[in-house]
């Protein structure tokens, strides 16, 4: 029989490389949605009529205790949330809700249901906030956002419930990961995006908060390889997910930019309204236990991810779809 897999956020960056991967594995992979006035599934398209989808929301604990009471699933990741750190701000509430609050429902749903299934949860880097790099797995956590601080909850409820209930809960501590399919509000695809339009004289200029922020960015489709990984251990664990490398906001554009034949410093400028209230200033991760255990490490380098958004915001924009 097959394993039933469940992806909370399959129509986001994570969820859609994460699905792709466990159809290729032979999972029966079931996808959780939030509904929509517009069609928000175009990440899933070319795999949507292979997957098993379900709408639904981590802040509704009944619609979630539903579904587990119908699908005893194996594996559960737990990747949705109100994900973007300076709109976090702006919505603090709704944010905490869905991210904190929402895994205490799910964990209640999957103990309630099926204690035996493996989850896991997607924690941040944001975690560590101004604590200083290297991060780890022993870090001291000093979450900068109302986003770090929803996931800290989520991080220590799900050690919590792994060490009280005996559950296989396992946290992926993930630092930045991007690729053509980030949503066009974050930095790197805000970035590639702005630099195409500016080579094809459909945008004159861009507007970019802090330039000296410093991130370990990696490919997602490297990541989620580390969240399938994590679960098939026979012992639940947490493991810092990273390249170990930091890049600039300013290199990003350099690389952006430069691989157009652009000098960004010509179009690029500061807006303070794009700051957050307290910044984080520099993240770096020491995935030497992921390594160790997982035998994972990153293929993708911080060159060839920018290059290949820039590629592809390239091709979205000759064929018109920019």
Not at 5 to 26: F, H, I, N, P, R
Not at 124 to 152: D, L
Not at 224 to 249: K, R
Not at 254 to 269: C, I, K, Q
Request: charged residues 25%.
């Amino acid at each position: 029989m097959k394993k039933k897999a469940l992806v909370l956020g399959a129509t986001g960056q994570d969820g859609s490389y994460l699905c792709e991967l466990l159809l290729e594995k032979g999972y029966e992979t079931h996808g959780l949605m939030r509904r929509s006035s517009s069609f928000n599934t175009a990440r899933l398209d070319h795999i949507f009529d292979r997957l098993h989808m379900h709408y639904g929301d981590l802040t509704d604990g009944s619609g979630l205790d539903s579904l587990f009471s119908k699908i005893k699933f194996d594996e559960v990741y737990s990747l949705a949330a109100q994900s973007h750190v300076r709109v976090s701000f702006e919505v603090p509430e709704y944010t905490c809700q869905a991210g904190a609050m929402g895994t205490l429902k799910l964990l209640e749903a999957v103990r309630a249901h099926c204690p035996e299934a493996r989850v896991y949860n997607a924690s941040s880097s944001e975690m560590f906030g101004s604590t200083p790099p290297p991060q780890n797995e022993n870090t001291i956590f000093h979450p900068r956002s109302p986003y770090g601080c929803a996931k800290v909850f989520a991080h220590n409820i799900c050690v919590n419930y792994r060490e009280a209930y005996g559950m296989h809960i396992n946290s992926g501590i993930l630092f930045n990961h991007e690729s053509e399919r980030r949503g066009e509000t974050f930095v790197t695809r805000k970035v590639t995006k702005a630099a195409v339009n500016i080579s094809m004289g459909l945008q004159s200029e861009l507007l970019l908060g802090n330039l000296n922020a410093q991130r370990d960015w990696g490919h997602a489709k490297d990541y989620v390889e580390a969240m399938w990984l994590m679960l098939q251990q026979p012992t639940p664990d947490d493991f810092v997910i990273a390249t170990g490398e930091t890049h600039t906001v300013r290199e990003l554009l350099e690389v952006a930019f430069g691989h157009l034949g652009l000098n960004w410093r010509n179009y690029v400028g500061t807006d303070p309204k794009y700051n957050r209230p307290a910044e984080v200033d520099i993240l770096q991760g020491d995935a030497s236990k992921a390594k160790r255990i997982l035998g994972w490490e990153p293929k993708i380098t911080f060159k060839e991810l920018i290059e290949g958004m820039v590629e592809h915001d390239w091709r979205e924009a000759q064929n018109g779809k920019q």
